[in-house]
């Protein structure tokens, strides 16, 4: 049945580590529970429950449910636990040390991870995004994106990036084709870019908890609400589907909070 449920996934337009994340949890399950019963469903739910944080939980409850789906016993499809959002953002770095880091980045030559940066804060696009965007895109100056359910979201490439990684191009003479490559020419992975910010946080001295692919998104975010304050259209950009999501970039940092409690807290 996994076979068929890989088979099933394929044809959903899922990430390759949302498929492989499902297809772990599904095998994981039917190693446990030999039978689909409600019992054994609501017996793995407390499992999950019981060691995983809730998004991870709603994770795993998704790849269950899809597996019910295909084996048509959706009556059995189980609801997902409640996520309490924080009144904070975490770990997103900061707008002075994604400057810092570009600049060094820049100034040590190492010029395709200066605009794997900026891409992914003038974009704010995801890691698998990032990914996809390619020579003609630069010159188009925007990529469209066809989520599930076949809604598109553009992720315009701004003016001075756009410009900047033209000259680029044209250095390496590459007109056509993905713009982040390894080293053997093929196109770069999310965790081989995760792991190599790790490392440039370490060699520039920066908190590594906040450099990670999806913290320059939310930089992203951030920085647009504060130069161009409108929550609906930053929604758009991000292709979130409701715009409650987008309502946590008005909330500030926790190290936003901790300075102001510092600075205004004298009592």
Same mark, same amino acid.
């Given at each position: 049945?996994?076979?068929?449920? +890989?088979?099933?996934?394929?044809?959903? #337009?899922?990430?390759?580590?949302?498929?492989?994340?499902?297809?772990?949890?599904?095998?994981?399950?039917?190693?446990?529970?030999? !039978?689909?019963?409600? !019992?054994?469903?609501?017996?793995?739910?407390?499992?999950?429950?019981?060691?995983?944080?809730?998004?991870?939980?709603?994770?795993?409850?998704?790849?269950?449910?899809?597996?019910?789906?295909?084996?048509?016993?959706?009556?059995? +499809?189980?609801?997902?636990?409640?996520?309490?959002?924080?009144?904070?953002?975490?770990?997103?770095?900061? #707008?002075? #040390?994604?400057?810092?880091?570009?600049?060094?980045? =820049?100034?040590?030559?190492?010029?395709?991870?200066?605009?794997?940066?900026?891409?992914?804060?003038?974009?704010?696009?995801?890691?698998?995004?990032?990914?996809?965007?390619?020579?003609?895109?630069?010159?188009?100056?925007?990529? #469209?994106?066809?989520?599930?359910?076949?809604?598109?979201?553009?992720?315009?490439?701004?003016?001075?990036?756009?410009?900047?990684?033209?000259?680029?191009?044209?250095? =390496?003479?590459?007109?056509?084709?993905?713009?982040?490559? &390894?080293?053997?020419?093929?196109?770069?992975?999310?965790?081989?870019?995760?792991?190599?910010? +790790?490392?440039?946080?370490?060699?520039?001295?920066?908190?590594?908890?906040?450099?990670?692919?999806?913290?320059?998104?939310?930089?992203?975010? =951030? &920085?647009?609400?504060?130069?161009?304050?409108?929550?609906?259209?930053?929604?758009?950009?991000?292709?979130?589907?409701?715009?409650?999501?987008?309502?946590?970039?008005?909330?500030?940092?926790?190290?936003?909070?901790?300075?102001?409690?510092?600075?205004?807290?004298?009592?």
């Amino acid at each position: 049945m996994i076979t068929s449920y +890989k088979s099933f996934l394929s044809r959903q #337009d899922l990430a390759a580590n949302t498929v492989r994340s499902y297809e772990y949890t599904v095998t994981h399950f039917l190693e446990k529970y030999k !039978e689909v019963t409600r !019992e054994n469903l609501l017996s793995y739910k407390g499992f999950l429950v019981e060691h995983y944080k809730p998004q991870t939980v709603n994770l795993r409850l998704n790849a269950i449910n899809k597996y019910l789906e295909l084996i048509k016993k959706d009556k059995l +499809k189980m609801r997902f636990v409640k996520v309490q959002q924080k009144n904070f953002l975490e770990n997103v770095i900061s #707008d002075a #040390d994604y400057k810092f880091l570009k600049a060094k980045l =820049k100034r040590d030559g190492y010029i395709s991870w200066y605009f794997v940066v900026w891409f992914l804060t003038a974009t704010g696009a995801r890691i698998s995004e990032l990914l996809q965007i390619k020579a003609e895109h630069v010159q188009q100056g925007y990529l #469209d994106i066809y989520s599930k359910g076949g809604k598109l979201r553009r992720l315009y490439i701004p003016k001075t990036l756009r410009t900047e990684a033209l000259g680029w191009l044209k250095d =390496k003479g590459l007109t056509s084709g993905y713009l982040f490559l &390894n080293r053997f020419g093929e196109r770069i992975t999310a965790r081989g870019i995760a792991q190599q910010l +790790k490392l440039f946080a370490v060699k520039y001295g920066i908190n590594t908890a906040v450099i990670y692919p999806h913290s320059f998104r939310h930089r992203f975010a =951030k &920085n647009f609400l504060d130069r161009f304050n409108d929550l609906a259209l930053l929604a758009d950009l991000m292709g979130h589907e409701s715009i409650e999501t987008t309502r946590i970039y008005l909330r500030r940092t926790a190290t936003e909070q901790q300075a102001i409690v510092d600075k205004v807290v004298n009592w």
